[in-house]
């Protein structure tokens, strides 16, 4: 389960590489692919993972969970914020 990125090294005089390609991997499958950007993959990755009432894996566990709570008491306080 992750976020897979192609990195092109076409133009050595950039700074950075540029993103080729950027796709959703589950269970070794890749089900989503030429996403427009990281943020939006991200998105993706904890929709299929919610939607598909899928688990994390073991050795992430702690990650994912901690990157959820973190997002999903932002998200809550800055609805609250709102209203």
């Not at 992750?2 to 993103?19: C, F, H, N, Q």
């Not at 969970?65 to 609805?79: D, K, P, V, Y």
């Amino acid at each position: 389960m992750g976020i897979l990125t192609v990195l092109g090294d076409d133009d050595a005089s950039a700074s950075l590489p540029t993103d080729n390609s950027i796709a959703i991997v589950l269970e070794e499958s890749i089900v989503l692919a030429d996403l427009p950007d990281f943020p939006t993959a991200f998105a993706y990755l904890f929709g299929l993972v919610y939607a598909l009432n899928m688990e994390f894996p073991k050795d992430q566990k702690y990650i994912f969970e901690t990157i959820q709570h973190i997002l999903m008491e932002f998200l809550t306080a800055c609805q609250e914020h709102e209203n």
